[in-house]
């Protein structure tokens, strides 16, 4: 009878899962595994392997900590094999779609919303086409799906001072594999203050424990970085490649490839701390930015271009159109559209907005850096739950309402 009451009660979010697996294979055999030794995933692997044999991280500190540690992991308990990799991150993305489910039925008060959130996500192809790479990708969209859905769960229950613990923890680990959701701070505390405002003691306490958990999660590799570059470092020493790349895209119009040529080099072989060579491109980057301003309105309309671009040349292995996209895309839009047409009236606002600023905190560091479509990816969770608020709404306001 319990069993019965388990799958009568969960009976879409378990339909979802399996749809979710079963699509996940089909890519996989229809378009392959992605050949890991081509591009970034080539470091991801060789450091793992390094951590298994007793060697450590990449003594130049080239990629941040996490995704490394998480093929170590796999690696040590599976075997070094792609496929084990391949089942953990399917594994994680069947997770995020209940996280997911939760997120928009809390926030938006609308179970609907929740189930919509979740499909959307199952037919997501970069949710699908990610689980067959070594990218990081699974890794920080997972982490920082927890951290959001613990600070939702303890933002309902506030008496439930594990999932702050959890949020902090895991907002942490988020950093370790993307350091610049950092910046998620500069604009959720100020936020979060301005709505506790009345709860001020409270709310110091909470926000302080919050900070010191984050703090903690980072400590050991900004220590570990310090002694080896003699600079704090959250996260790599490839700061001055990604903002040198995004001054000078391949062709002069590429992005999602790092730049090759004689400065890159020089920096990579002049310098013994790969910290002076990280330094050396970012002034030079200032330098050209500086001789030709003129050039900077051209690369931010390209790098909106490639952000927002429908067509997907790096978690595909080939250019691949994204229906799935094009399809939820014009609901984000026109949810954006009708949250902020409604802002006096939203139940949840705090929460809408952190949604609402992951997304658009992502596309603004893309802005800095390069944009494309897998680094899109990595916060497209939270504009499909607004897109499934859209597609709600819409459905209530010109379906139902017309009936009515």
Known sequence: MKLTAFFSKYAPMLFLSALYVVLTIIYYFWRGQYNAMADD???????????????????????????????ATIYALFGVSSKAVFAVNTLLGIVSLWLVNELGHRIFVSRQVGYLSAFLLCCNLPSIAANTTLFSEVTFVFTLLVAVWAIMRHYFSPQNWQYLVLSAF??????????????????????TAWQYKSQWHSYTVRMVLFLLIWSATLLPWIWRNYQLYDRFLVGTTRTGLLLYSAANPINGNIYGINVTDSLTQYADTHFSNPVEGSDFLVQKTKEQLLANPK?????????????????????TQQRTINLSYLLWFPFFLYGLWQLFRQRNHIQHW????????????NYAICLITYGSPRFRYSTEIYAIMVAAFGVYYAYRRYFIGARE
């Open 350 to 361: 705090l929460l809408v907005a952190l949604l609402i600023g992951i997304f658009f905190l």
């Open 170 to 191: 895991s907002l942490g680990l988020a950093t370790l594999c993307r350091e610049w959701i950092q910046y998620i701070l500069v604009f959720a505390i100020p936020l």
């Open 295 to 315: 050039r900077i309105p051209y690369l931010l309309a390209l790098k909106t271009l490639y952000f927002f671009l429908f067509i997907d040349y790096e978690l």
């Open 41 to 71: 995933q080539a470091d991801f692997h060789r450091i793992a392997l390094n951590v298994l044999s007793g060697k450590g991280f990449d003594e130049k500190g080239f990629r941040c900590f996490l995704q490394p540690a998480y093929l």
